[in-house]
């Protein structure tokens, strides 16, 4: 038995990025600190597009560390939840019209964040990646780091844990 | 507490971007400690089902409000910046409530300030997040 026809690339990508977009599109604080995701494959990096309003520092001037921890909260719980997600995705049990439908699982929960600041960050854009260490079916751990322009400096890491929604049997 | 001393934590927040773009409030300062207030905005909603505000908003209010408690410090020559801040989320704030956040800067030495926080919606009782962290003492220019 001969293997089955690979998906023409354009309905691929065109289901993995209107499932991104419904998963972080849907939040409002995502789109109050306007912070977009680049996919390659299953792979996000998160971007943090700069604006003055985002200063904590107007005398460096520099981002505000707030803005940093949520900027790297936001990037693990899309992370966390887009991991989850990617095989729903990819088997078709989550087809275009439940996205459009809004019908999503809930986002996971943070029950702790701890995040170590490393350099001021510059007033221009910044950019997130997050690593999900273990993802069970309550908790979840994830670690994160915020670069700018050169990702061998980070300018802040973090390490959280966070409930898992139920998920329906 | 000295006019100076309040007037340098006043302005530390008062002209600062994100702070007012999240409308927060000086509520109380004092040394070594201060209380700011969030109020609810439906821009800072995490969970679009419930109306419940983003734990990101609730990490800048905190870290506000614990680098203001810092500068508030008698002992503290200048200005500080966040070394490390841990956040735990005990229960998600009431949707449509202001969130108030207390930090109290508990031990400062020469290069380092330690810092506790609360934050509590408009219900009394249990928080919904307490913070710790470290921040940095500056010397003065």
Redesign the interface.
């Known amino acids: 038995m001969s293997r089955a026809r690979p998906e023409p690339m354009q309905v691929v990508k065109q289901r993995r990025d209107a499932a991104l977009l419904a998963l972080a599109g849907?939040?409002?604080?995502i789109?109050?600190?306007d912070i977009g995701f680049d996919r390659r494959g299953d792979e996000l990096t998160g971007v943090l597009h700069f604006d003055?309003?985002?200063?904590?520092?107007?005398h460096l001037p520099a981002l505000?560390?707030?803005?940093t921890?949520?900027?790297l909260?936001?990037t693990s719980i899309i992370t966390l939840s887009w991991s989850v997600l990617w095989e729903d995705v990819e088997t078709g049990a989550l087809t275009q019209d439940d996205l459009e439908a809004g019908s999503l699982p809930?986002?996971p929960?943070?029950?702790?964040?701890?995040?170590?600041?490393l350099r001021?960050g510059l007033p221009r854009d910044a950019y997130a990646r997050a690593h999900v260490t273990r993802s069970g079916r309550r908790y979840a751990s994830v670690r994160a780091e915020a670069w700018q322009d050169n990702h061998a400096r980070p300018i802040a890491q973090a390490h959280a844990h966070f409930m898992m929604p139920r998920r329906e049997v | 507490m000295s006019a100076d001393k309040i007037k340098n934590a006043r302005d530390f927040i008062e002209?600062?971007?994100?702070?007012?773009?999240l409308k927060m409030e000086l509520v109380e300062i004092a040394d070594g400690a201060a209380v700011i207030r969030m109020p609810y905005d439906?821009?800072?909603?995490?969970?679009?089902?419930t109306g419940v505000?983003?734990?990101?908003?609730v990490?800048?209010?905190?870290?506000?409000c614990c680098?203001t408690a810092v500068i508030a410090h008698p002992d503290n020559p200048g200005g500080t910046?966040?070394?490390?801040?841990?956040?735990?989320?005990l229960r998600?704030a009431a949707p449509g409530q202001a969130v108030t956040a207390r930090a109290e800067c508990y031990h400062l030495t020469r290069s380092v300030a330690f810092v506790r926080g609360t934050a509590h919606d408009e219900e009394t009782g249990c928080p919904v997040a307490t913070a710790t962290g470290t921040f940095t003492v500056e010397t003065k220019a």
């Open positions: 849907r939040v409002p604080y789109r109050f600190l003055e309003k985002l200063i904590g520092n107007p505000h560390g707030g803005v921890a949520a900027f909260e936001v809930r986002l929960k943070t029950i702790d964040f701890t995040v170590d600041y001021s | 002209c600062v971007p994100q702070v007012l773009a439906p821009q800072i909603v995490g969970d679009p089902e505000i983003h734990g990101g908003a990490s800048t209010l905190m870290d506000t680098g910046a966040t070394i490390s801040l841990r956040i735990d989320y998600a």
